[in-house]
């Protein structure tokens, strides 16, 4: 069992940045792939980035590439996601998932663990 939380959502300008942090309880976050989504007002769930077990190998949607960044500290049981030249179009609460795989999933099915979600507000 996996515990997931979130932080370091909020209001933020077009243009700036926010790092959003995920925390896991357990000993064992090592042996998780872990992914962000995103889900928008009126809009389906989509993935944003996604991350193996030893960090090595990342994803990002095409919708965030080149802007978001996906990185984990196994020691501190916590996978990261860096956030710079927000757009208005970012705005959506953001979940940290965990999946028991190794490597890395970008299927939305495959994700076991879910966080409660936290919300990101990018004003124009």
């Known amino acids: 069992q996996v515990q997931l939380v979130e932080s370091g959502g909020g209001l933020v300008q077009a243009g700036g940045s926010l790092r959003l942090s995920c925390a896991a309880s357990?000993?064992?976050?090592?042996?998780?792939?872990m992914g962000w989504f995103r889900q928008a007002p009126g809009k389906e769930r989509e993935i944003v980035a996604a991350i193996d077990w030893s960090g090595g190998v990342t994803y990002c949607a095409d919708s965030v590439k080149g802007r978001f960044t996906i990185s984990r500290d196994n020691a501190k049981n916590t996978v990261y996601l860096q956030m710079n030249s927000l757009k208005p179009e970012d705005t959506a609460v953001y979940y940290c998932a965990a999946a028991t795989t190794m490597a890395v999933v970008t299927t939305m099915s495959r994700y076991d663990y879910w966080g409660q979600g936290t919300q990101v507000t990018v004003s124009s």
């Open positions: 357990g000993r064992t976050f090592s042996r998780y792939a």
